[in-house]
């Protein structure tokens, strides 16, 4: 069984920078790709990136591009956010998810989930 742990939340300002960070663990472990998603309050879960595992091609929600980096490194198992020039509408709690099937941009493609780490930037 896989099991995910996020780290790295926390509250910055507007313009400040967070890097998350998703261990993976699990003799299991070998997915297509790991992605990131978010929740704000009252708000459904949203993409933010995705990476394959093997070949390292990234996606990006539109409102992250540009801001925001995934990466990974497969000796560890961890997958990493960068995310630049955070704005108080990319307050959510974060998580990172394993893809089982479907599109990468979907949260029902993803099979594990993470607990999730909460992000707050203020104005």
């Known amino acids: 069984q896989v099991q995910l742990v996020e780290s790295g939340g926390g509250l910055v300002q507007a313009g400040g920078s967070l890097r998350l960070s998703c261990a993976a663990s699990?003799?299991?472990?070998?997915?297509?790709?790991m992605g990131w998603f978010r929740q704000a309050p009252g708000k459904g879960r949203e993409f933010v990136a995705a990476?394959?595992?093997?070949?390292?091609?990234?996606y990006y929600a539109d409102s992250v591009k540009g801001r925001v980096t995934i990466s990974r490194t497969s000796a560890r198992n961890m997958v990493y956010l960068q995310m630049n020039d955070l704005k108080p509408e990319d307050t959510a709690v974060y998580y990172c998810a394993a893809h089982r099937s479907g599109s990468l941009y979907y949260s029902s493609s993803y099979g594990n989930w993470g607990q999730g780490t909460q992000v707050t930037v203020s104005s």
């Open positions: 990476i394959v595992w093997y070949g390292d091609t990234t």
């Open positions: 699990g003799h299991a472990f070998s997915p297509y790709a």
